[in-house]
């Protein structure tokens, strides 16, 4: 958003005949900032798939438990 | 043994109440001993997403109420996936947070609950099942259609029955249910009150119930 907002805000300020070099500077920083962020999701994506979410437990008490037995009920029907 | 599981093993395994189907489901799957676990395709790319896409949107009606009480429940376009016992669930849950003491602890523990159910299905199904069979498309339609019949028009449990026995006629295999009303050897026999779905699958699984692991 911020890359987007700072291009957006200097386009008026670049002369004509150098637009096309600024369309080229700006369209090479969002293939990069897009670039950084599929790496980061691919990296959160992997972390996520080598936890064992068994491992963690579910809340405990009596809120939790009527919270799972509502989730269960109708079961059957599915 | 081939084991074929029924939706509700999955379910009742990922969760953490005490109930005693859930323990008989962690005992069945953990003690695998050379046994295999399938789960048929219907159930894996079409019925369980669908109950998990349901329960996120309960979730969701859930705190959009709790953030905002003016909220009118299910006035969201995606809650139209709800069914009529999916609104009483997400009533009842709301009726809950306003009776409970800590409201903050009771909003956390909703969430926790309903996003580590989702992981821990989706962590189940890629650990614990050895093959998912049958493709959807390839569910026979003569056969579906016995089943439903006799199942008072539950076409989730007719497509998940139909898959097992045109499995176990492929190579034999055990249900594996918590369903006692609906999944009943006396079902499978209708199949062989049709003379020519008896002749195309002659061989009928048995049906062995959670409960009386």
Redesign the interface.
């Given at each position: 958003m911020t890359t987007f907002t700072s291009f957006k805000d200097a386009e008026e300020f670049i002369e004509k005949d150098k637009k096309q070099l600024f369309e080229q500077i700006r369209e090479l920083n969002y293939n990069f900032k897009e670039m950084n962020y599929k790496v980061y999701i691919e990296e959160i994506e992997s972390l996520?798939q080598s936890?064992?979410?068994?491992e963690?437990?579910?809340?405990e008490?009596n809120?939790?438990?009527?919270?799972?037995?509502?989730?269960?009920?109708?079961?059957?029907?599915? | 043994m081939r084991y074929f599981l029924d939706m509700n093993v999955p379910i009742y395994f990922c969760m953490q109440i005490g109930n005693p189907l859930e323990d008989k489901a962690k005992l069945f799957i953990k003690n695998k001993d050379g046994d295999s676990y399938l789960l048929c395709d219907y159930i894996v790319s079409r019925n369980l997403p669908k109950w998990l896409n349901r329960q996120q949107v309960i979730l969701f009606e859930f705190n959009q109420k709790v953030k905002n009480k003016s909220y009118s429940l299910f006035s969201n376009e995606q809650s139209k996936i709800l069914f009529p016992k999916d609104k009483i669930s997400t009533e009842r849950l709301i009726l809950n947070y306003e009776k409970s003491k800590d409201k903050i602890k009771f909003i956390e523990t909703v969430n926790e609950i309903f996003n580590l159910l989702q992981a821990r299905i989706n962590y189940f199904i890629r650990v614990y099942i050895n093959e998912v069979v049958i493709p959807e498309s390839e569910i026979d339609f003569n056969l579906k259609s016995c089943l439903f019949t006799w199942l008072n028009s539950n076409d989730s449990d007719a497509k998940t029955i139909a898959s097992a026995v045109q499995e176990h006629n492929k190579k034999e295999l055990n249900i594996m249910t918590a369903d006692k009303k609906d999944w009943k050897k006396e079902l499978l026999e209708e199949i062989h009150n049709d003379v020519l779905l008896k002749k195309k699958y002659p061989k009928l699984p048995k049906i062995n119930y959670l409960q009386d692991l």
């Open positions: 996520a936890i064992n979410p068994f963690i437990n579910l809340p008490g809120s939790s438990k009527e919270i799972q037995e509502l989730i269960i009920e109708g079961l059957e029907n599915e | -």
